[in-house]
């Protein structure tokens, strides 16, 4: 775990506002020069604790209109239907989230789809002849929250 001090906070904090801003801009917000600001962000990429910047993009203004959470329980638990899980179910481009939870299900998938009809033919002809399935519940996204900041 690397020590942050309040001016690494204020620059993370500034950072997942806008990814896209110059090391000046960034100083600049929370009172540092441009160099100095530089190199508190290559220090924290160097210790992980940046790990890289993302693109957000617009899934509605895409065409993707539904998201679906599915609870996936699998039939048979092993490391080989595991890895055969894992590698099918991120071969499909519209499971955008896998993760392996511990609880009720087994995993829990992130599915885009254009609309319910499109979410139905994802399910059917994708998921539901993934290897090793067994129980799947599906709850659709109504509307998202998403927290300001860092964690």
Do not use: C
């Not at 993302?54 to 209109?65: C, D, K, S, T, V």
Request: proline share 3%; aromatic share 4%.
């Amino acid at each position: 775990m690397t020590d942050l001090d309040a001016t690494d906070r204020a620059l993370l904090a500034e950072l997942s506002r806008d990814a896209a801003r110059s090391a000046a801009a960034l100083g600049a917000a929370v009172g540092l020069s441009q160099p100095a600001a530089w190199r508190r962000l290559r220090r924290l990429r160097e210790a992980g604790v940046v790990r890289g910047t993302r693109l957000e993009l617009n899934r509605e203004a895409l065409g993707f209109g539904v998201t679906v959470f599915l609870g996936v329980k699998l039939a048979a638990k092993g490391r080989v239907s595991l890895e055969d899980f894992e590698r099918a179910v991120t071969a499909i481009p519209e499971v955008q989230l896998v993760e392996h939870v511990l609880g009720l299900f087994d995993y829990r998938l992130r599915v885009v789809a254009r609309d319910i009809s499109d979410f139905e033919r994802v399910l059917r002809r994708r998921i539901m002849t993934l290897p090793g399935l067994g129980t799947v519940e599906a709850n659709v996204l109504l509307s998202e929250e998403r927290r300001p900041g860092p964690l």
